[in-house]
Nanobody, 124 residues
């Protein structure tokens, strides 16, 4: 698997989690990376995205100031730091990579490679 997520789990409201996505088999710095989430019966939404060098980022409005996407191009890893978690953040979180030349897509149509997903559950 080229993308492998880790770091999900169960946390109480107000808590924090950090998701990691390790990437292999791709020239990591050339790929925009993103985190998506999908709750049961809901669309898969882009939570955060970052360009290859991390200079351009995107955040879903509801997570701004709480979530931070970062990437370590030496370790081929992208992270999602999630603070002040809320029950509505409960979902399966997916890491995704977009082929070069696409900018920083903000919908799932723009991404070419996906991780298997990791569950995040926030209790009230």
């Amino acid at each position: 698997e080229p993308l492998v997520e880790s770091g999900g789990g169960f946390v109480q409201a107000g808590g924090s989690l950090r998701l990691s996505c390790s990437v292999s088999g791709l020239t990591f710095r050339n790929y925009a990376m993103a985190w998506f989430r999908q709750a049961p019966g809901q669309d898969r939404d882009c939570v955060a995205a970052a360009s290859g060098l991390g200079r351009s980022t995107y955040y879903l409005e509801s997570v701004k100031s709480r979530f931070t996407i970062s990437r370590d191009n030496d370790k081929n890893t992208v992270y999602l730091q999630m603070n002040d978690l809320k029950p509505e953040d409960t979902a399966v979180y997916y890491c995704a990579a977009a082929r070069p030349g696409k900018g920083v897509p903000t919908t799932h149509f723009g991404y070419d490679f996906w991780g298997q997903g990791t569950q995040v559950t926030v209790s009230s």
